[in-house]
């Protein structure tokens, strides 16, 4: 009989056990198709964003043997996005009737696609032209009427000077400036992306509105997206062919609350800068995981912008796993009391091979809880040491009973 009350204190220590290792306090599970090798690639779905926390620390890879649980260790992958300075001589500072050129030497092997110009000239409107060359013979045109501009006076301090096009390879770059006064060139920067393949998504607003404020002399664009999705990026759609510069400041929308006046709304910036007729209004900042958002253009005594539309790009998140053999795995998040993951691969990166199959995910499920206040009954620590104690009374009676007997 004793036997029998140990097997029985066994099973349930393994069945308590065995049911906190498999899902713990999280809220969300789904199933991980199409494992055949050891390393895979899993991108994370929109869906996902609104449920885990910002840092996506709660995310875990179990895999699911019986009772037996193991941890699948994952990293997330990181942008590899840097620019690179590229050396360069000045070798020609020359001018004509038209205006004035600057040739750079670089390495012919080197390519490049920004060139950020310094002129000491404070207010100035150019249409410059950039060209090409292997032999200082035959050039090719690589920019052509490219404006820079530079406006400085008591209301406005604003430049733009930088040269970007698509990534070009020669050994000789002309600049042409066409101006009649010396525009005091003073230095430049001549500098190539690098950067490793990523995947993006593209997110337009399920709906938005324009607002002009006659009163601020503003214009508010709200932007509502149909889920919270991660975005780096926001591009705003400017109608008018016009040349403008303005002020403009990028919002998301943190927190939404109900007072006895009714929701109250709380907005933080993600960025401040110039919406110009010159670049291509697409402003980057920090990824953030947002569903609506609001753009604030400072008019000033302008005539407001016709803007039919924004829209926001956003990185895909990918896990990069290392999974043990083919069996039953599970992508588990949603739970606010875990810390970030610590595993070894991290420091290993360079095993982790280049070309990853990507694996699939199955539908959503919600792991069932307790009502709140109130823990499961095997996740309770209490309810675990009752059922011990409990057990252990048992065994004692009987133990008494048996020496009774005797």
């Given at each position: 009989?004793?036997?029998?009350?140990?097997?029985?204190?066994?099973?349930?220590?393994?069945?308590?056990?065995?049911?906190?290792?498999?899902?713990?306090?999280?809220?969300?599970?789904?199933?991980?198709?199409?494992?055949?090798?050891?390393?895979?690639?899993?991108?994370?779905?929109?869906?996902?964003?609104?449920?885990?926390?910002p840092k996506l620390v709660d995310i875990r890879i179990i895999e699911v043997n019986g009772v037996d649980t193991l941890e699948v260790p994952y990293i997330v992958k990181k942008a590899n996005r840097r620019r690179e300075e590229v050396n360069f001589d000045v070798i020609n500072q020359t001018t004509s009737v038209d205006g004035f050129y600057y040739t750079f030497k670089v390495d012919p092997n080197a390519s490049i696609d920004k060139i950020s110009i310094?002129?000491?000239?404070?207010?100035?409107?150019?249409?410059?032209?950039?060209?090409?060359?292997?032999?200082?013979?035959?050039?090719?045109?690589?920019?052509?009427?490219?404006?820079?501009?530079?406006?400085?006076?008591?209301?406005?301090?604003?430049?733009?000077?930088?040269?970007?096009?698509?990534?070009?390879?020669?050994?000789?770059?002309?600049?042409?400036?066409?101006?009649?006064?010396?525009?005091?060139?003073?230095?430049?920067?001549?500098?190539?992306?690098?950067?490793?393949?990523?995947?993006?998504?593209?997110?337009?607003?399920?709906?938005?509105?324009?607002?002009?404020?006659?009163?601020?002399?503003?214009?508010?664009?709200?932007?509502?997206?149909?889920?919270?999705?991660?975005?780096?990026?926001?591009?705003?759609?400017?109608?008018?062919?016009?040349?403008?510069?303005?002020?403009?400041?990028?919002?998301?929308?943190?927190?939404?609350?109900?007072?006895?006046?009714?929701?109250?709304?709380?907005?933080?910036?993600?960025?401040?800068?110039?919406?110009?007729?010159?670049?291509?209004?697409?402003?980057?900042?920090?990824?953030?995981?947002?569903?609506?958002?609001?753009?604030?253009?400072?008019?000033?005594?302008?005539?407001?912008?016709?803007?039919?539309?924004?829209?926001?790009?956003?990185?895909?998140?990918?896990?990069?796993?290392?999974?043990?053999?083919?069996?039953?795995?599970?992508?588990?998040?949603?739970?606010?009391?875990?810390?970030?993951?610590?595993?070894?691969?991290?420091?290993?990166?360079?095993?982790?091979?280049?070309?990853?199959?990507?694996?699939?995910?199955?539908?959503?499920?919600?792991?069932?809880?307790?009502?709140?206040?109130?823990?499961?009954?095997?996740?309770?620590?209490?309810?675990?040491?009752?059922?011990?104690?409990?057990?252990?009374?048992?065994?004692?009676?009987?133990?008494?009973?048996?020496?009774?007997?005797?």
């Amino acid at each position: 009989m004793r036997n029998r009350i140990l097997v029985i204190i066994c099973l349930l220590l393994v069945t308590i056990g065995g049911a906190k290792a498999q899902f713990g306090d999280y809220s969300y599970k789904r199933s991980i198709n199409g494992i055949t090798d050891q390393w895979h690639s899993l991108d994370l779905p929109d869906n996902i964003y609104e449920k885990v926390s910002p840092k996506l620390v709660d995310i875990r890879i179990i895999e699911v043997n019986g009772v037996d649980t193991l941890e699948v260790p994952y990293i997330v992958k990181k942008a590899n996005r840097r620019r690179e300075e590229v050396n360069f001589d000045v070798i020609n500072q020359t001018t004509s009737v038209d205006g004035f050129y600057y040739t750079f030497k670089v390495d012919p092997n080197a390519s490049i696609d920004k060139i950020s110009i310094d002129l000491g000239q404070e207010n100035f409107d150019f249409k410059v032209a950039l060209e090409g060359s292997q032999d200082q013979k035959e050039w090719f045109t690589i920019l052509e009427d490219y404006r820079i501009v530079s406006i400085k006076n008591s209301l406005t301090d604003y430049q733009f000077t930088t040269l970007k096009f698509l990534k070009s390879q020669f050994g000789y770059y002309r600049l042409f400036i066409p101006a009649k006064e010396n525009p005091d060139f003073r230095s430049a920067g001549l500098s190539r992306t690098l950067v490793q393949q990523e995947k993006y998504r593209d997110y337009v607003p399920v709906n938005m509105s324009v607002t002009n404020d006659r009163k601020t002399k503003e214009t508010v664009i709200t932007a509502n997206f149909e889920l919270p999705v991660p975005m780096s990026t926001i591009a705003v759609e400017v109608a008018d062919s016009l040349d403008y510069y303005r002020s403009v400041t990028i919002q998301f929308l943190k927190d939404s609350f109900n007072t006895e006046k009714g929701w109250q709304h709380k907005y933080q910036t993600l960025y401040r800068g110039t919406l110009s007729s010159l670049e291509n209004n697409a402003f980057h900042f920090p990824p953030t995981v947002a569903d609506q958002l609001k753009i604030i253009i400072d008019n000033n005594d302008n005539r407001p912008l016709t803007l039919p539309g924004v829209k926001a790009v956003g990185k895909v998140s990918v896990l990069i796993a290392r999974f043990a053999s083919p069996g039953n795995y599970y992508l588990l998040y949603g739970n606010k009391n875990v810390r970030k993951p610590d595993y070894d691969i991290k420091n290993f990166k360079s095993s982790i091979p280049g070309d990853l199959k990507s694996v699939e995910l199955g539908a959503e499920q919600i792991i069932s809880q307790s009502q709140p206040g109130t823990q499961p009954l095997f996740e309770s620590q209490w309810w675990f040491w009752l059922v011990i104690v409990a057990v252990m009374l048992v065994l004692v009676l009987f133990s008494l009973r048996m020496v009774k007997g005797k």
